[in-house]
Nanobody, 121 residues
Framework: VQLQASGGGLVQAGGSLRLACAAS????????VAWFRQGPGKEREFVAA????????YYEDSVRGRFAISKDGPKNTVYLQMNSLKPDEAAVYYC???????????????WGRGTLVTVSS
Protein backbone atom coordinates (compact mmCIF):
# COMPACT_ATOMS: atom_id res chain seq x y z
CA VAL A 1 0.00 0.00 0.00
CA GLN A 2 1.38 3.40 -0.95
CA LEU A 3 0.24 6.35 1.10
CA GLN A 4 0.31 9.99 0.11
CA ALA A 5 -0.14 12.65 2.75
CA SER A 6 -1.18 16.16 1.84
CA GLY A 7 -2.73 19.29 3.28
CA GLY A 8 0.10 20.67 5.34
CA GLY A 9 0.95 24.34 5.37
CA LEU A 10 1.38 27.43 7.49
CA VAL A 11 -1.28 28.33 10.02
CA GLN A 12 -1.45 30.71 12.93
CA ALA A 13 -1.74 29.40 16.46
CA GLY A 14 -5.37 28.63 17.13
CA GLY A 15 -6.04 27.94 13.48
CA SER A 16 -7.11 24.80 11.66
CA LEU A 17 -5.84 22.52 8.94
CA ARG A 18 -7.15 19.35 7.38
CA LEU A 19 -4.68 16.71 6.31
CA ALA A 20 -5.47 13.94 3.88
CA CYS A 21 -3.88 10.52 3.44
CA ALA A 22 -4.72 8.81 0.18
CA ALA A 23 -3.98 5.13 -0.35
CA SER A 24 -2.98 3.78 -3.73
CA UNK A 25 -5.29 0.79 -3.38
CA UNK A 26 -8.23 -0.47 -1.44
CA UNK A 27 -7.74 -0.45 2.32
CA UNK A 28 -9.00 -3.68 3.81
CA UNK A 29 -11.18 -3.80 6.88
CA UNK A 30 -8.42 -5.36 8.96
CA UNK A 31 -6.24 -2.30 8.59
CA UNK A 32 -5.72 0.58 10.95
CA VAL A 33 -4.66 3.92 9.48
CA ALA A 34 -2.86 6.33 11.75
CA TRP A 35 -1.30 9.74 11.85
CA PHE A 36 2.05 10.35 13.53
CA ARG A 37 4.05 13.54 13.79
CA GLN A 38 7.67 14.43 14.29
CA GLY A 39 8.67 17.88 15.42
CA PRO A 40 12.19 19.33 15.24
CA GLY A 41 14.47 17.40 17.56
CA LYS A 42 11.64 15.19 18.74
CA GLU A 43 10.74 11.56 18.46
CA ARG A 44 7.98 10.57 16.08
CA GLU A 45 4.79 10.31 18.09
CA PHE A 46 1.34 8.88 17.63
CA VAL A 47 -1.47 11.35 17.03
CA ALA A 48 -4.61 9.45 16.00
CA ALA A 49 -5.80 6.30 14.28
CA UNK A 50 -8.93 4.79 12.82
CA UNK A 51 -9.86 1.16 12.31
CA UNK A 52 -10.91 0.86 8.71
CA UNK A 53 -13.53 -1.79 9.24
CA UNK A 54 -15.27 -0.60 12.40
CA UNK A 55 -14.44 3.09 12.26
CA UNK A 56 -13.28 3.08 15.89
CA UNK A 57 -11.03 6.04 16.52
CA TYR A 58 -8.07 6.49 18.84
CA TYR A 59 -6.42 9.73 19.92
CA GLU A 60 -3.36 10.80 21.78
CA ASP A 61 -4.51 12.56 24.93
CA SER A 62 -3.22 16.00 24.05
CA VAL A 63 -5.19 16.19 20.78
CA ARG A 64 -8.45 14.61 21.91
CA GLY A 65 -11.26 17.11 21.49
CA ARG A 66 -9.29 19.25 19.03
CA PHE A 67 -8.34 16.78 16.30
CA ALA A 68 -10.70 14.48 14.46
CA ILE A 69 -9.74 11.54 12.28
CA SER A 70 -12.17 10.30 9.68
CA LYS A 71 -12.22 8.04 6.65
CA ASP A 72 -13.76 8.04 3.21
CA GLY A 73 -14.12 4.43 2.16
CA PRO A 74 -14.76 4.87 -1.57
CA LYS A 75 -11.79 7.21 -1.84
CA ASN A 76 -9.50 5.10 0.36
CA THR A 77 -8.59 8.29 2.14
CA VAL A 78 -8.18 9.23 5.79
CA TYR A 79 -8.46 12.79 7.01
CA LEU A 80 -7.13 14.53 10.08
CA GLN A 81 -8.97 17.69 10.98
CA MET A 82 -6.80 19.72 13.31
CA ASN A 83 -8.31 22.61 15.23
CA SER A 84 -6.86 25.00 17.80
CA LEU A 85 -3.35 24.22 16.67
CA LYS A 86 -0.50 25.11 19.00
CA PRO A 87 3.01 26.22 18.04
CA ASP A 88 4.57 23.11 19.54
CA GLU A 89 2.44 20.99 17.21
CA ALA A 90 4.45 22.16 14.24
CA ALA A 91 5.85 18.99 12.75
CA VAL A 92 5.99 16.72 9.77
CA TYR A 93 2.81 14.69 9.88
CA TYR A 94 2.95 11.16 8.55
CA CYS A 95 0.21 8.70 7.79
CA UNK A 96 0.76 5.01 8.26
CA UNK A 97 -1.16 1.79 7.84
CA UNK A 98 -0.92 -1.62 9.41
CA UNK A 99 -2.84 -4.42 11.00
CA UNK A 100 -1.54 -4.09 14.56
CA UNK A 101 -3.54 -2.10 17.04
CA UNK A 102 -0.86 0.11 18.49
CA UNK A 103 0.60 3.54 18.95
CA UNK A 104 4.23 2.87 18.10
CA UNK A 105 5.93 3.11 14.73
CA UNK A 106 6.65 -0.60 14.81
CA UNK A 107 2.95 -1.36 14.66
CA UNK A 108 2.66 0.05 11.13
CA UNK A 109 4.07 -1.43 7.95
CA UNK A 110 3.28 1.25 5.40
CA TRP A 111 4.22 4.91 5.61
CA GLY A 112 3.64 7.99 3.55
CA ARG A 113 6.29 10.68 3.06
CA GLY A 114 4.76 13.21 5.38
CA THR A 115 3.40 16.70 5.07
CA LEU A 116 4.81 19.71 6.90
CA VAL A 117 2.64 21.68 9.29
CA THR A 118 4.01 25.00 10.50
CA VAL A 119 2.24 26.84 13.32
CA SER A 120 3.17 30.46 13.89
CA SER A 121 2.76 32.03 17.30
Amino acid sequence: VQLQASGGGLVQAGGSLRLACAASQRIYSSYIVAWFRQGPGKEREFVAAVRWGSGIRYYEDSVRGRFAISKDGPKNTVYLQMNSLKPDEAAVYYCAAGTQNGTTQQDYNYWGRGTLVTVSS
